[in-house]
């Protein structure tokens, strides 16, 4: 599998996130996706509060937004497809880890799989769409050992 992914810390984070690497490979893994590329941009939350403003017409913080490039698997670049981009707002990630009682491993790599869950078509619009997206998330991050 030829993995192509850019984490772009422009929030500046004071921990380690190295782990994210196992959790996208089980993700893609899971989908049968091979010879992607994407970025993970962690922002705080004046810049999701933005993003989320102009592209969604929502004037809030949220904590993680995807940018799908592509409407349909079959467009490929140099044998690459080019999935898109996850923001993630590390402010957001850091207080719903406390609140749920949980690490910030957790909450950040159950974020970016959800994140690159929607950049891989999933949605949560639908209820039943919703249990098979979550269902997925638990079982990748269960498999990782990276529980609750």
């Not at 004071?14 to 993700?27: A, G, M, P, S």
């Not at 893994?29 to 969604?56: A, D, M, P």
Request: net charge negative; with cysteine.
């Amino acid at each position: 599998m030829k993995l192509n992914y850019e984490i772009n810390d422009n929030y500046g984070v004071d921990f380690k996130y190295n782990y994210l690497k196992k959790v996208i490979k089980r993700t893609l893994k899971h989908e049968g996706v091979k010879n992607v590329y994407f970025s993970v941009i962690f922002v705080n939350e004046k810049e999701i509060q933005e993003i989320n403003k102009e592209y969604r017409g929502i004037d809030k913080v949220t904590d993680v937004i995807s940018f799908a490039l592509e409407d349909n698997s079959n467009i490929v670049n140099n044998n690459i497809r080019v999935l898109g981009d996850i923001y993630i707002c590390i402010p957001r990630m850091l207080e719903q880890a406390s609140s749920y009682g949980h690490s910030k491993k957790r909450e950040l790599s159950f974020l970016t799989v959800h994140g690159l869950l929607h950049l891989l078509g999933y949605d949560h619009m639908e209820k039943e769409d919703e249990e098979k997206m979550f269902a997925l998330q638990e079982l990748i991050l269960n498999e990782e050992g990276i529980t609750r």
